[in-house]
């Protein structure tokens, strides 16, 4: 019987090294008859056809990745990944909690749950009160502070990599890329962030950043529309 061929795409951090990408090949092998790595970010660009004068962060639970597109397929020179995202936060989190709180018994489900529900930067529009065992008895806890500064924490280094990443662009184009800041991942989710975002791009002339329609998804969606237009030839190339 003829089987039918597997193709898949498979987003990697915007700068895995080549190292991980070949053992990422060879993990698929048997899985999958031709593999094609893409950056996160630019299947985030290519399912929202954002190619031209924009610059994606898709900020997940391992990795912010930035992706500046130019209206090209996307050179290293255009990529960027930090180890500033989801996880960095719960560390944090959980670290200036159990400084505050040293009783309070909760674990990293417990954390990532409350973090889902109530993460926000800039000014707190409620009080983040959570409910966590103290001496075995069901306790509330004041943690708005503790989740500002955690979530807060991947901020500067986000806003610098973007500088720096919009600094490279054409004089006559940064304007446009400014404007056109696109946030993905589901770290993407945190109340407030697009608006710090887009405040940061204040101080280079003014800019506007938006959380995509679907951030936790915008990924395997354009890797699916990424699938769906390559030729026969392009998996061709690509064949295990």
Request: proline fraction near 5%; charged fraction near 25%.
């Amino acid at each position: 019987k003829n089987k039918a061929k597997v193709r898949a795409v498979v987003g990697v951090p915007a700068e895995a090294f080549r190292v991980n990408r070949q053992n990422l090949r060879n993990t698929m092998e048997g899985i999958a008859d031709s593999v094609m790595l893409v950056s996160e970010p630019f299947a985030v660009a290519y399912g929202l056809e954002a190619l031209l004068h924009a610059l994606v962060i898709d900020i997940g639970a391992g990795t912010a990745d930035f992706c500046v597109m130019q209206g090209r397929y996307p050179t290293e020179e255009d990529h960027k990944t930090l180890p500033n995202a989801g996880d960095a936060i719960d560390e944090q989190l959980m670290k200036l909690i159990r400084e505050r709180h040293p009783d309070a018994q909760f674990s990293i489900h417990m954390l990532r749950d409350w973090k889902e529900k109530w993460s926000f930067v800039g000014e707190p529009k409620q009080r983040v009160i959570v409910s966590a065992p103290i001496k075995g008895k069901a306790t509330e806890i004041d943690i708005t502070q503790e989740m500002r500064t955690a979530c807060e924490s991947i901020l500067p280094p986000i806003c610098e990599t973007m500088t720096t990443l919009l600094a490279k662009v054409e004089p006559e184009f940064q304007a446009k890329v400014r404007n056109n800041v696109i946030l993905a991942g589901g770290t993407s989710l945190i109340a407030g962030l697009a608006d710090a975002v887009t405040h940061a791009l204040s101080d280079l002339g003014g800019g506007r950043a938006t959380v995509v329609k679907d951030p936790v998804f915008a990924g395997s969606d354009g890797s699916l529309a990424i699938a769906q237009d390559a030729s026969g030839s392009d998996w061709e190339k690509l064949s295990l």
